[in-house]
Structure formats: C-alpha cells, structure tokens
T-cell receptor, first 114, second 110 residues
Framework: DTAVSQTPKYLVTQMGNDKSIKCEQN?????MYWYKQDSKKFLKIMFS???????INETVPNRFSPKSPDKAHLNLHINSLELGDSAVYFC?????????????FGSGTQLSVL | GQSLEQPSEVTAVEGAIVQINCTYQ??????LSWYQQHDGGAPTFLSY????GLEETGRFSSFLSRSDSYGYLLLQELQMKDSASYFC???????????FGKGTRLSVIA
C-alpha cells in the first residue's frame, strides 16, 4: 500500500482554469503539507496542516486553497491558473509537528499550465 | 528566516567517497535533515542530526556541528544508483515545517 498518494500524477491545463490535486496518507500521521518544486528543483513549503487545522500558510497567492476534510486527506485547489504555477506539487505527511524532520512524500503532481 | 547553502553540483567516480556540505543560517535550530531525490521521483528521508557528531546508516553518514552551523552528508562506496539530488533541510522550531536547501545534484560516473 502506498503511504502517501496523490492524484493526478500529471495535470495539463489552460491558463485561467481551476484545478484540484488530491492527497491521502494511510500512515496515521497528524500533520500534512504541500510543497512546490520549481524547475530549478527548489522545494518550497506552501501549507502545513495539523489534525485538519491550518498551522502554516507561507506567502502563497490566495488562488491556492487547501482543504482538509479529515486528518488523512489534504487537497489543494487552485483557481485561475497562471503560467507561473507550472511546477511539481508534493504532498507530504509526518508524525506530528514536533518530530517532523522525517517527512513522507507523495509521488508528486506535475502541473503544466499552457 | 532561514537560509541554507549547498553546492549545486558534484561529480564523483563509482566506488569513491563524496561529501556534500551544507551551511545554514536560522533564527532557531531544531536539527538538520538530508533527503535524496531521483529524477522524476519524490524526496525520501536519509538522515537527521539534532546533536553534534556523526550518524551512520549503511553507506551514508551525516555530520553536524551546531557551533559552526554546518553539516555534511558522506556517501561511501558510491554506486551509479546514488546519482540523484540531495537536499539538506532545517526547521527552526518544533512547530515549523522543514525548509529545504536548493539541492546538490550528484552525478556518479564510471
């Protein structure tokens, strides 16, 4: 069984569209994250949720809205997609904030905005 | 804020030893982690140092000097499959997420 799974793996869409990426973890972790990796491979934290509650929201445009229906799921919805949103988006989870040095990452969603 | 510096690229020969350095500047410090990412893959956890010294896990070791704000990842008996990007990462308090360096691309050549 995959520990952290995210779908879709590839997402190609036009500018201005709205899209969602889903993430689920079956590790029983309390904390989930969204990271964005750009073309230069820089991994940047976007959001951090602990037990369905938002605890970190880095400087991210409000077109990005995370939703956590329960602590095993953290979805990412993106409105009005822009060219600069093209990147790989990784979902991750960890045991709890205090021991989050070990993150388990999903396989990534490669988003291409045309 | 935090900043981490690591070399962008390193090339080494199969069977050799390579060291990837990481220096950091953070407002607080909770530990230094290392992650490996193969092309097209997800980052995977390699090691974590909270205290000074060397941690060994098989062919990989990680070192931390808190007083120097410096750490390194040591890879021994390099194999072709070790070709990947390696990221150091820190968090500056117990309730903050990991912040990653820009990664070091390791190429292992025959």
């Amino acid at each position: 069984d995959t520990a952290v799974s995210q779908t879709p793996k590839y997402l190609v869409t036009q500018m201005g569209n709205d899209k969602s990426i889903k993430c689920e973890q079956n590790l029983g972790h309390d904390t989930m994250y969204w990271y964005k990796q750009d073309s230069k491979k820089f991994l940047k934290i976007m959001f951090s949720y602990n037990n369905k509650e938002l605890i970190i929201n880095e400087t991210v445009p409000n077109r990005f809205s995370p939703k956590s229906p329960d602590k095993a799921h953290l979805n990412l919805h993106i409105n009005s997609l822009e060219l600069g949103d093209s990147a790989v988006y990784f979902c991750a989870s960890s045991q709890e904030p205090a021991t989050n040095e070990k993150l388990f990452f999903g396989s990534g969603t490669q988003l291409s905005v045309l | 804020g935090q900043s981490l510096e690591q070399p962008s690229e390193v090339t080494a020969v199969e069977g050799a030893i390579v060291q990837i350095n990481c220096t950091y500047q953070t407002s607080g410090f909770y530990g230094l982690s290392w992650y490996q990412q193969h092309d097209g893959g997800a980052p995977t956890f390699l090691s974590y140092n909270a205290l000074d010294g060397l941690e060994e896990t098989g062919r990989f070791s990680s070192f931390l000097s808190r007083s120097d704000s410096y750490g390194y990842l040591l890879l021994q008996e390099l194999q072709m499959k070790d070709s990947a990007s390696y990221f150091c990462a820190v968090r500056h308090s117990g309730n903050t997420p990991l912040v990653f360096g820009k990664g070091t691309r390791l190429s292992v050549i025959a």
